[in-house]
């Protein structure tokens, strides 16, 4: 199995933050019905103050190749479109687990 862990510093005041990121929530948790090779689908937004980032997600599939499929399918596509000319940064990593 492969985890997909993504973070996004997004732009706005804190309330245009919030509303992004809880938007952008709601559409990723709705991919594991919509994306065959999606296992699951973790998403966490921050709630500590001190913190620069806004939100986290954890997705779980069963191949590198599988992340690739993922990324690409057209309601990803859709999800992602949520952050346009919001995400200030993004960062990734997948690992095997």
């Not at 090779?37 to 954890?58: K, T």
């Not at 992340?67 to 000319?85: D, F, I, Q, R």
Request: aromatic share 6%.
């Amino acid at each position: 199995m492969v985890k997909h862990i993504v973070s996004f510093k997004l732009t706005g005041t804190d309330e245009e933050r919030r509303r992004v990121a809880q938007e952008f929530k709601d559409a990723l948790l709705a991919l594991p019905q919509q994306i065959d090779v999606l296992r699951s689908m973790e998403v966490g937004i921050n709630e500590n103050p001190a913190e620069q980032w806004d939100v986290v997600l954890i997705a779980v599939v069963d191949t590198m190749a599988d992340v690739e499929v993922y990324a690409k399918h057209p309601a990803h596509v859709a999800a992602a479109a949520l952050l346009a000319g919001h995400k200030a940064d993004r960062a990734c990593i997948d690992f095997k687990c």
